[in-house]
């Protein structure tokens, strides 16, 4: 059988650990490994392509969830190329000359952009963008995948024609990740904690739905008597104002307690995740939540929501 030739959009992948980023290299490292595809990758920076394992790759520096990338990308490409292409962030662009596949981690913008964004005008800006784009995406597709099954119900609740169509390819955690033993870790941590120090963290990327106004609050009525015990909090501190967070950060004797990082290495992310007293991760939403997953190979408690 001959090898399909693939064309996967691995424009998230650059080094830096974000949730789609780690997804799509991960599954775009295995399926070049595999005998069965070709798989070249759209990169936005030449040295991702050895980080998904790719000989093949085009390199367009744009945003992926963009217009450009919605009515641009599709003119970019030589189709007679490939066979198939995977987007693993949502959208769909126009003018796909292959199959066309997509991943649709969730509807959120589509439920309530609350979720997403405090911001009256990203509400408007970006809800209209994904309003239209997440649609028009949907009718495009020969197959959609998504995370969980409560993504697929409510892409199918909103898109009743999709039945059929949604197929749940969960998420996977990285062997990577894993429990340390008692002198691993710290010394990359060491940076911001000392040795031994009892933590909880939290991670996201700064939206409402990862609710991290109530986790601080949480943690001060747990450990409000225990100056020992600190809070990390990794998160995309650019997403905009968190009117419950800043409340407590405005609190100083709270704020001394907190380590805030903006954004971490890979290698710092998974001594964090082993080394925590706890992972907190109280969601109002979730696709899937793939930190609560690395969290429990790493051997740490999860304390999470009954959402999603």
């Not at 064309?7 to 789609?20: E, N, W």
């Amino acid at each position: 059988m001959m090898a399909q030739r693939l064309l996967i959009d691995a424009r998230y992948v650059d080094g830096s650990p974000s949730g789609i980023g780690r997804y799509t290299q991960q599954v775009a490292s295995r399926l070049a490994a595999s005998e069965h595809t070709e798989v070249t990758a759209i990169v936005r920076q030449p040295e991702a392509a050895d980080l998904i394992g790719v000989e093949d790759s085009i390199t367009w520096d744009v945003e992926p969830n963009s217009i450009r990338t919605r009515y641009a990308l599709g003119r970019r490409v030589d189709w007679s190329r490939f066979d198939a292409y995977w987007a693993p962030f949502n959208i769909l662009p126009e003018r796909v000359g292959a199959a066309r596949f997509f991943t649709l981690h969730d509807v959120m913008w589509l439920i309530d952009p609350s979720f997403c964004t405090q911001s009256a005008w990203r509400r408007v800006v970006t809800g209209t963008f994904y309003g239209t784009a997440i649609p028009r995406s949907v009718a495009l597709a020969d197959a959609i995948f998504t995370v969980s099954h409560t993504s697929r119900r409510d892409i199918e609740e909103l898109f009743p024609e999709t039945t059929g169509r949604v197929h749940v390819t969960y998420n996977a955690v990285d062997p990577s990740f894993r429990p340390m033993e008692a002198d691993e870790g710290w010394s990359v941590l060491s940076r911001w904690l000392p040795r031994e120090t009892p933590f909880v963290l939290c991670i996201g990327q700064g939206s409402p739905y990862k609710n991290h106004g109530r986790a601080l609050a949480a943690f001060w009525s747990a450990f409000a008597s225990e100056p020992d015990v600190k809070f990390v909090l990794v998160r995309r501190f650019e997403r905009g104002p968190d009117p419950i967070l800043d409340e407590w950060m405005d609190r100083p004797e709270v704020a001394k307690r907190v380590v805030r990082l903006e954004r971490v290495e890979e290698t710092v992310l998974k001594a964090l995740l082993a080394k925590a007293t706890a992972f907190a991760f109280p969601s109002l939403y979730e696709g899937f939540g793939l930190p609560a997953l690395e969290a429990m190979a790493s051997g740490t408690p999860v304390i999470t929501s009954n959402l999603g």
